[in-house]
């Protein structure tokens, strides 16, 4: 009897643990596989609609080897893991987690040392939720993958996640998603969108990126709410538009970058509008730099705050009421006039005339001087003798006299008194900064 026994136990212990993958082979639709820490070998196949979550963050380790886990079914679930060691070869597009199917929710999960990050490739109705997502530190950028991207995948939601050291986060070729409350830092362009119409794009965070995002040939976009910061690498943005119809900038903070806005032929088409309202435009280098006039824009009811240059027209010119672009009710912190009659703006128009910046707007290479002794008795000769001002590069009408928060912001809610203005709103874009910069810490 006890040799029967001795037997019986040899023979379980001999027999090998099921891997996680025979676990999904064996699980039937619709089934919940509960995972409980633990390390587990990728790569990993889900072909079954079910819900794999982890307890205890256990780990799916690619040891290197491709993409680590690849989702083949429709309504599935993957929710409360680490994911690790993806493959390295750009051309395979290794990934921490491929996305083929509909109605895939990835959710709370951590992806570490990873080529791509989330990858929707022709995967509709997704929701990629709550992920930290990081690239791997020991690849150049150059060479490193996007941490999220979408490929024809329609109706996405993608929320509250955060990217950091990889390429880019890419949307393409997508109709109708939503972007909201996501930090995306330490990239390359913190988003790049292409062709993807009637977006919403709201409440996220990019920052320390070479550009905080790219929006390219898509129309009927929003975005709004969003803090650009940071952004300062060679050809540095905040946003860029370029060939885009139909979108609403509004209530974002662009702050500290080398340029605020970047507007290339937007909009493109000719029955096509543009709006610019509400936004913190402070402390970069250019705050809205154009290649063209930007015809059908309208700029209302924005801050423009302590950038060396407020507007660039690159090539020179001048912004034209003539051809639909229109400014409005702007603030101005270089507007020198007065306020006789107290209604707030300014009693006479904003007028952007800076010899030395009309100089530069010509020859960029001039901005080397930006700060020599040369340009500030060139500027004080441009104001005691008009004869030599240049023309307006805008005209704003109703400048005015105090900055607006932006709405939608917490600490935005109630306007301060007039006389606070402009404090209140340096020290909430300072918190916002600091809040940013702690949170980004707290996740190391």
């Known amino acids: 009897m006890l040799a029967f026994l001795w037997l019986s136990l040899t023979a379980a212990q001999a027999q090998p643990a099921t891997s996680l993958q025979e676990r999904l082979a064996a699980a039937a639709p619709g089934d919940t596989v509960r995972v409980v820490g633990g390390v587990h070998s990728g790569p990993l196949r889900i072909t079954q609609p079910v819900v794999l979550l982890g307890e205890q963050m256990p780990v799916i380790d690619g040891r290197g080897q491709g993409t680590v886990v690849t989702i083949e079914a429709p309504h599935v679930v ?24 509909d109605h895939v929710t990835i959710a709370d999960n951590r992806l570490e040392k990873v080529l791509f990050g989330i990858y929707l490739r022709q995967a509709d109705s997704c929701r990629i939720l709550r992920n930290i997502i990081e690239g791997d530190l020991t690849l150049e950028t150059a060479r490193r993958g996007d941490l999220i991207r979408l490929w024809y995948s329609n109706d996405a939601i993608i929320q509250d996640n955060v990217t950091r050291y990889g390429r880019d986060v890419v949307i393409w070729f997508a109709r109708g998603i939503v972007l909201r409350g996501n930090t995306i830092a330490f990239g390359r362009y913190g988003l790049h969108f292409m062709y993807s119409d009637q977006a919403l794009i709201e409440r996220n965070r990019m920052l320390q990126n070479s550009v905080g995002a790219y929006l390219m040939y898509s129309t009927r976009l929003t975005f709004r709410h969003n803090l650009l910061a940071y952004n300062r690498h060679a050809s540095a943005i905040g946003v860029g538009l370029k060939d885009m119809d139909e979108v609403r900038v509004e209530e974002n903070a662009f702050v500290d970058n080398q340029i605020g806005i970047f507007i290339d032929n937007s909009p493109r088409a000719i029955e096509a509008q543009i709006r610019y309202r509400g936004n913190v435009i402070a402390y970069n280098d250019i705050g809205v730099q154009a290649l063209q006039e930007a015809p059908r824009s309208t700029f209302e009811d924005n801050s423009f705050m302590d950038n060396y240059e407020q507007v660039d027209l690159v090539g020179g010119g001048q912004f034209s009421e003539e051809n639909g672009t229109f400014w409005r009710r702007n603030y101005w912190s270089d507007y020198r006039g007065y306020d006789a009659d107290r209604d707030g703006y300014g009693d006479l128009p904003y007028q952007a005339v800076a010899l030395f910046d009309a100089l530069t707007d010509r020859t960029p290479a001039f901005r080397l001087f930006v700060f020599s002794p040369a340009v ?12 030599i001002r240049p023309a307006p590069k805008l005209i704003d009408p109703t400048p005015r006299m105090h900055p607006r928060l932006p709405e939608g912001l917490p600490a935005a809610r109630q306007q301060p008194q007039p006389t606070l203005a402009l404090a209140g709103l340096a020290l909430l874009l300072m918190g916002m900064l600091t809040v940013s910069r702690v949170h980004l810490r707290r996740l190391d």
Not at 80 to 99: H, M, P, T
Not at 376 to 387: G, H, K, T
């Open 376 to 387: 500030q008795a060139l500027e004080l000769a441009a104001r005691a003798f008009p004869v």
């Open 78 to 101: 993957l929710q409360g893991f680490v994911i690790r060691n993806s493959g390295r070869s750009l051309d395979q597009e290794d990934a921490g987690i491929a996305v083929y199917a």
